[in-house]
């Protein structure tokens, strides 16, 4: 690894890692990011109170990561805005310690972001540890009901495709931020704790018009939900709450009324889903969404710094899935994530 601040390529780059009792996956995932073909600059374990010995397992074993220790655990949104501000690259990369990028993972990342300054951000292509054929996410797509995906999750990976494609923005497991754009738009927001603080952050780029791609070739290995495991009532209860809280900071008025009618047939019938369920983390997460009153604050910040227009803003929202298709695609993930990894 370079020493810290000095350029590798045409900019200096900063992976964070977001720890919480993962010492059972670090290993995996740091001796992956020391055989990176372009080695990054520094990496900043951020360890949110960890009990299991994580930060002494990384100090002992990995002597050039730079450790830093919370009091408490804030979260993976505020504990990447404490390794961002702790970090000194020009780009970025915010990675989920449950990953294992591939070697030449952070050589194609950083590619498009050097030869565009125009874009803000960049997304990996995540494929599904117990079944890397098969793709866990390659950035953002949001729909006009408000819901947010994980876009071609399931589809099948061929590697063919090595070209940038524009995308609405990154999943934060395994992202590329600019930090002239971060400066700009703020970092994530640690309200969110973890979920969907990277659809608040590319609202915010799109609202700024700022640009982001995938990368198709920059491929890395994801134990899905490895922190809060895959449909848990703690997920359950921070997407609900938090996807109302990102509709209510991001989504302009013109464009909240012109798909008003969408927004209401996806949450109500979420909600007559939760209550068929009997999934009380979810409507519980839906009330907390609504009831927050900081959120008019935010909102006010966010729509006043805005510069893109409303019909560039409406040109990125894809049509609503269906109930059923949306059921569907939940069932594939699933189905992979479940699927027993190997991580090696």
Not at 149 to 171: K, M, N, Q, V, W
Not at 256 to 263: G, Q, S, T, Y
Not at 281 to 288: E, H, N
Not at 289 to 311: C, L, P
Request: net charge positive.
């Amino acid at each position: 690894m370079a020493a810290p601040g000095v350029a590798v390529g045409d900019a200096t780059v900063s992976v964070v890692i977001v720890n919480w009792n993962g010492r059972h996956l670090l290993g995996a995932c740091l001796d992956a990011l020391l055989r990176q073909t372009r080695p990054a600059d520094e990496i900043v374990l951020v360890d949110n109170a960890s009990t299991d010995g994580s930060a002494a397992f990384v100090a002992a074993r990995y002597p050039r990561v730079a450790i830093l220790r919370l009091p408490r655990n804030v979260g993976f949104a505020a504990g990447n805005n404490h390794g961002i501000a702790r970090s000194r690259g020009a780009l970025i990369a915010t990675l989920n310690n449950d990953t294992v990028p591939a070697p030449t993972w952070l050589e194609a990342l950083c590619a498009p972001l050097e030869a565009d300054p125009a874009l803000g951000s960049a997304m990996s292509t995540m494929l599904f540890a117990g079944a890397p054929e098969r793709i866990a996410a390659a950035g953002l797509r949001v729909c006009r009901n408000g819901l947010a995906l994980e876009d071609l999750a399931g589809h099948r990976y061929t590697g063919r495709r090595t070209t940038p494609r524009p995308i609405f923005g990154p999943s934060a497991g395994a992202a590329l931020y600019r930090r002239r754009m971060l400066d700009e738009i703020g970092a994530f927001d640690g309200d969110f704790f973890m979920y969907l603080e990277d659809v608040d952050l590319a609202w915010r780029a799109r609202l700024r018009g700022w640009d982001s791609v995938h990368a198709p070739a920059a491929t890395t290995l994801h134990l899905y939900s490895a922190s809060s495991v895959q449909g848990s009532a703690f997920k359950r209860f921070h997407l609900a709450r938090n996807r109302l809280w990102c509709l209510r900071k991001n989504l302009p008025a013109p464009l909240a009324r012109r798909h008003a009618a969408a927004i209401a047939a996806y949450d109500t019938a979420a909600v007559a889903y939760a209550l068929l369920t009997r999934d009380g983390a979810g409507l519980r997460g839906r009330l907390a969404g609504i009831r927050d009153r900081a959120i008019a604050r935010k909102r006010r910040e966010v729509q006043r710094a805005r510069t893109a227009s409303d019909e560039a803003l409406d040109g990125w929202l894809e049509p609503s899935p269906s109930p059923l298709e949306v059921l569907a695609l939940r069932r594939r993930v699933d189905r992979f994530a479940s699927a027993p990894p190997a991580l090696g």
